[in-house]
Every structure is written in C-alpha cells, then in structure tokens.
C-alpha cells in the first residue's frame, strides 16, 4: 500500500510538471516582447546622416578616412614593453569627419584619437600603444573605429612577436 501511495505521488507530481504552461498573453506572450527588446537593444539606432539604409543611395558628401597604412608590425617586443604607433589619415571627403570612438579588441591596447572635427584635405591622428605585460609570442590587435563616414567602422591592425624572458 506504501508503495501505492507513492507511485500515485510521483504520478501526480509528474502529470502536473508536464500540462501546458500558456499564459493569459497566449503563446507569444512576453516572448514575443522580450524578443523585440533584445532586437532593439542589439541593433540600437545611430543618428548619422551618412549611413545609408539597404535602400537609399549613400552620401556623396560625406566625409572619408583615409588611412596612410591600415597595419602595423611592431616586429619584436620586449617583455612588459609598453610600444606605441602613430596612425595617421587624411579627411578626403566633402564635409568635416568626427570620430566618435575607437575600441580595441583587448584591455592590452589603448587607442587615442583626434577629438576636433577634421576639416576635409586635412589630417589626423590615431596613437595606439600596446602593452606586453603578461603577454608572449605572436600578437595581433585591431583597433575599431567608429565616425561619421561611409562605412561608419573603420579597422586598423597591430602586431608583434612578444619575445620570452
């Protein structure tokens, strides 16, 4: 009779685990609204008049970076050797650029850029130091960055063999 009970326990339980958990809002529900939010958040919307969308020309007047060399090679480094390049390039467009920011792909690599709107014909700067502390071996590190041109990213790379102790 134990057993019994048991048995009939464990068939309750499991029946009740198993029955359709739809909700009042129906089978989209809160889904459908988590989902569109997580949309929203990984597409966010940038207010710059030089993207174009999928059905509109771009912008001929906008402005263009135009890098000296988009790669660097440091060659060999040091261990715990802080190396830092220059990164120079041209605003070849029509209208002022403005770099918004630029990110690198590791906490090793600090990029710092021109902040002053450049005019178009002239240059600027993007300085990007690396640190090797912890580091060896074959590196490469890209340095994006995002401002008002056509594409909006523009990627730069870094690299170096980060010699043993």
């Known amino acids: 009779m134990k057993k ?12 009740s685990c198993n029955r359709d958990k739809t909700s009042e809002a129906g089978t989209q529900g809160m889904n459908a609204t988590a ?3 997580d949309d929203a ?4 919307t940038i207010d710059n008049p ?7 020309a771009p912008n001929p007047d906008a402005p263009v970076m ?21 990164f120079s390039f041209t605003n070849t467009g029509k209208t002022p650029l403005l770099i918004a920011d630029a990110t690198a ?10 902040k002053e709107p450049i005019a178009p014909g002239a240059k ?14 074959l590196i490469s ?22 010699l043993t102790k």
Do not use: M, Y
Not at 5 to 15: D, E, G, K, T
Not at 68 to 82: L, R
Not at 124 to 132: I, K, Y
């Open 4 to 15: 019994v009970s048991v048995l009939l326990a464990f068939s309750l339980l499991a029946a």
């Open 35 to 37: 989902a569109a939010a």
């Open 41 to 44: 958040k990984a597409n966010p």
């Open 50 to 56: 030089n993207v174009a969308s999928d059905t509109e």
């Open 66 to 86: 135009t890098f000296a060399e988009t790669q660097f090679d440091f060659g060999d480094i040091k261990p715990d050797e802080v190396v830092k390049h220059t």
């Open 105 to 114: 792909s590791c906490g090793c690599t600090t990029p710092n850029w021109t």
């Open 124 to 137: 600027g700067t993007l300085d990007v130091q690396f640190d090797s502390k912890g580091k060896q071996g």
């Open 141 to 162: 590190k890209q340095v994006n960055v995002r401002a008002n041109t056509q594409p909006a990213t523009t990627t730069i790379i870094i690299k170096g063999n980060i």
